[in-house]
């Protein structure tokens, strides 16, 4: 997928990072709930876009300040849904194509034990008809005809769905990608087809390095965890099973976690920012509240009694690695600031001089710093 939209991780700040498509200025996103919103590049305080009209109905402006590079033109306004979804918009007069993603903190972490890969499996289904448009192809066909495109994925705290599509043609994508949020149709004959598709992504993926390096992951951490588990979902986990058919598991995994509250969005357009406020009333809008508080895992990630260990994997990609993993704990009030983030940098930073010349002698090339996951 082209368009740079990553939306919405479990815990911390959005980010909102300028990016270059199609000789465009466009937008790169990280969302998640945070009271504060940042620009990455030279960050100044700005004042928010002039409060909307209070006539308007169906959500309210966030008055809270959005910090954002000085050279950064664009109008930016975070508004809470009557469903009490956060919808960012961002008007840019200058915006080749119009962007939009949903995220909801909710990824294979909540997989059921007797269906792993669920998260996935709906991730799939989600997008194969809703009520307003039955069709399993209607947001790819309308995307199709409007030089658009889309894509979602899942991981283990969240599920993602983004488009881009031609600026006259945004109303059209978000009612078909809101629909398909607020009322999939979850048809049974299109389950084969998307497990399917499900078992052969990862048929292709588990060939990788990055997948190979996960499952060493998965096979050492507590077993009690469920980032344990199988988590991308294959033939055999998304099968019906003895008292649960995987549909009515589907059914059920998607009444128990999509809900609007959890759900954050973005919105990136030419269009002025009350017209933007408005399409993110009339379609995300339409999104259930179900009133469901965000997962939680209380499983410690680690089995305390083992100090640490030590492994060693053949790579299928001709590059010589060292990476390193421990468990830490942050609360979410503490996410905000990102320590996570901060602590492999200075980590990285002090480790850099000592480790450089080493790695050089053994014909390493280069010595990056580590990226931080949140289980």
């Not at 709930?33 to 109905?57: E, I, K, R, Y």
């Not at 759900?263 to 920012?273: C, F, G, R, T, W």
Request: hydrophobic share 40%; aromatic share 8%.
């Amino acid at each position: 997928m082209a368009v740079h939209l990553i939306c919405a991780t479990y815990h911390g700040l959005m980010d909102i990072k300028g990016c270059t498509l199609c000789s465009a200025s466009l937008l790169m996103m990280r969302f998640v709930n945070a009271p504060q919103f940042m620009v990455q590049g030279f960050v100044v305080l700005a004042a928010l876009w002039a409060p909307f009209s209070q006539a308007d109905t169906g959500w309210q402006p966030i008055q809270e300040t959005i910090r954002k590079s000085e050279k950064d033109t664009r109008q930016y306004q975070a508004i809470r849904l009557d469903n009490d979804m956060v919808v960012l918009l961002v008007s840019d007069p200058q915006a080749v194509k119009s962007l939009s993603a949903l995220v909801v903190p909710v990824g294979s972490l909540q997989d059921p034990a007797d269906h792993q890969g669920l998260a996935h499996f709906l991730e799939h289904m989600t997008l194969m008809g809703s009520q307003k448009y039955p069709q399993p192809d209607s947001l790819a066909e309308f995307l199709k005809l409007h030089g658009g495109s889309h894509n979602a994925s899942t991981a283990p705290y969240r599920t993602a769905f983004y488009l881009e599509v031609e600026n006259d043609a945004l109303d059209g994508a978000v009612d078909r990608l809101a629909d398909a949020i607020a009322a999939p149709l979850l048809d049974k004959k299109y389950a084969d087809r998307e497990r399917n598709a499900v078992n052969a992504e990862l048929t292709m993926a588990r060939t990788r390095d990055g997948m190979r390096m996960a499952q060493v992951s998965a096979e050492t951490i507590n077993p009690a965890h469920p980032a344990a588990h199988f988590s991308g979902g294959n033939l055999e986990t998304l099968s019906d099973k003895p008292g649960s058919p995987v549909l009515d598991a589907l059914h059920t995994f998607r009444d128990s976690w999509y809900s609007a509250n959890l759900m954050k969005a973005v919105i990136y357009s030419n269009k002025p920012l009350p017209a933007l406020a408005r399409m993110a009333a009339d379609t995300f809008g339409r999104v259930p509240n179900r009133q469901i508080s965000r997962p939680e895992i209380t499983v410690p990630w680690s089995r305390m009694r083992k100090k640490a260990s030590l492994f060693t994997m053949c790579r299928r990609c001709r590059v010589k690695c060292c990476a390193s993993s421990f468990a830490s704990t942050t609360t979410a009030i503490a996410s905000a600031a990102k320590p996570m983030s901060w602590s492999p940098i200075l980590s990285a930073t002090a480790a850099r001089a000592r480790s450089l010349t080493g790695c050089k002698n053994r014909v390493w090339r280069k010595v990056s710093a580590p990226i931080p996951i949140r289980w």
